[in-house]
């Protein structure tokens, strides 16, 4: 069989990829080894947060005197939960099969290897088969770093799939890594009534994120009874009659925390082992790829957390497939990784585009910065959420970047994407007539606020 294009990953960044390249006309096939859809919806992502929105409702349940409700209290049903999770996995998993039935889009399932630039092999069950095309599309993900602990497989110690998988309920969790994933989980195990310590090697919780950020988070978790340790490096892992315990050095000092379970939460790492049969320009198991996507090897391109210095997020991905379409179909493409927004789903929400306070500050750009604390937000007053958000703008008043952290943040980073883009004013920004009340007019608030620098 001869394809234009053959895509070796089945998630955000593949299937979007192949949608694309089928809408531009091209005969495109996807393999794939395990689901469609890859870790972000299967295994990380959604699962994720559809946790995290059960939790939100928990917490509001026991807040419920606050709302003027009476008896409204709830806990969390584990089976309940694992079974929400399956029906929403599933549906968006079906939604991905029919859309690429609906593109003609052909599927094979097993595993991809790249022969030459032209030939693919698919894997499966002992069985090969060999594909011919003109462009291959490498998709294949990435998958949980488990750094060399003593104790790191002993039962009840989880990376995010496996505990994504059998979704245990314990009332003690220790989570080593306070990164993106540590965070969110500990949000969710805290909120089904777990005791919940965080163990970070760094000097504070979301390391890529600014400090102020950070810091805001610590204190909110502190205050939920969430447990933060930084500047910890954990040394083992070990066992004693049944129970777990996770002993850290911090300073001079070994110390230990108990748990009935630990969540090793420390990164990922690029799937690319054994993925070509030829050498490319590659840095830690990812490729180098140039503007187009495209890597060392002319036709082969690579998108997703598989690309050096890339953004290891979904939508990042699903753009990143986007313009490799584009540029296998001689379209113009493009991406400003300054654009891509990195949301974090906190209870409330986190998401940050553009600049940070810290780059500016290390490479020396001056920035007028306006920040407004939601307290005085009518909807996160009515919501019960604190918070703040944070626009950044240059000496001309151009908006340069912003940092949300307040209800439905995620939904709302992206109008200072829009305004970053087609670069925007203050005063441009200040057009746009807000609804009142929403957390939304606290944007609008935030940004008037430079003006005044």
Not at 90 to 100: D, G, I, P, Q, T
Not at 173 to 187: Q, S, T
Not at 402 to 417: G, H, M, P, T, Y
């Amino acid at each position: 069989m001869k394809y234009d294009v053959i895509i070796i990953g089945g998630g955000p960044g593949g299937y979007v990829c192949a949608a694309h390249c089928a809408r531009y006309g091209l005969k495109t096939a996807v393999i794939e080894k395990r689901e469609l859809g890859g870790t972000c919806l299967n295994r990380g992502c959604i699962p994720t947060k559809t946790l995290l929105f059960t939790a939100g409702l928990l917490e509001n349940l026991k807040k419920s005197a606050l709302f003027g409700l009476k008896n409204a209290g709830g806990e969390a049903d584990f089976e309940g939960l694992r079974k929400r999770c399956e029906a929403v996995v599933s549906s968006l998993r079906s939604a991905v099969a029919k859309m690429m039935k609906q593109n003609r889009i052909d599927v094979y399932q097993g595993t991809g290897r790249v022969l030459s630039p032209s030939l693919v092999s698919v894997e499966k069950e002992g069985e090969s088969k060999t594909l011919e095309t003109d462009h291959i599309v490498l998709a294949v993900g990435g998958a949980p770093s488990v750094p060399p602990i003593p104790g790191s497989r002993l039962p009840g110690v989880y990376t995010s799939d496996s505990l994504l998988s059998e979704l245990p309920e314990v009332k003690r969790l220790v989570i080593i890594g306070g990164g993106v994933i540590g965070v969110e989980f500990a949000e969710a195990y805290r909120a089904f009534g777990a005791e919940v310590t965080i163990v970070e090697m760094m000097p504070r919780l979301l390391p890529p994120f600014d400090t102020d950020l950070a810091r805001h988070l610590a204190a909110v978790f502190r205050k939920k009874g969430i447990r933060v340790i930084t500047g910890a490096a954990v040394k083992a892992i070990s066992e004693k009659e049944g129970a777990l315990a996770v002993s850290y050095g911090l300073g001079e000092k070994e110390e230990s925390v108990p748990a009935d379970a630990v969540l090793i939460a420390t990164g990922r790492h690029a799937e690319t082992k054994g993925l070509l049969s030829m050498d490319a320009d590659m840095e830690r198991g990812c490729f180098k790829v140039n503007d187009r996507f495209e890597t060392s090897i002319p036709g082969i391109y690579a998108i997703g957390d598989i690309v050096y210095g890339g953004i290891q997020l979904a939508h990042a991905a699903e753009a990143e497939g986007k313009a490799a379409a584009a540029a296998i179909a001689g379209k113009p493409c493009s991406i400003d990784q300054q654009l891509v927004p990195q949301c974090v789903y906190t209870i409330p929400e986190i998401a940050a585009v553009g600049i940070s306070e810290d780059q500016a500050k290390k490479e020396g750009i001056p920035l007028k910065t306006s920040r407004i604390v939601m307290g005085s937000n009518a909807r996160s007053l009515i919501a019960d959420e604190t918070g703040y958000m944070k626009i950044f703008a240059d000496k001309d008043n151009h908006l340069l970047g912003a940092q949300l952290f307040c209800k439905d943040a995620d939904n709302l980073i992206s109008e200072v994407s829009l305004a970053i883009a087609n670069h925007l004013t203050t005063e441009d920004f200040l057009k746009v007539i807000r609804p009142h009340p929403s957390v939304e007019e606290s944007l609008g608030e935030a940004a008037e606020g430079t003006l005044l620098k």
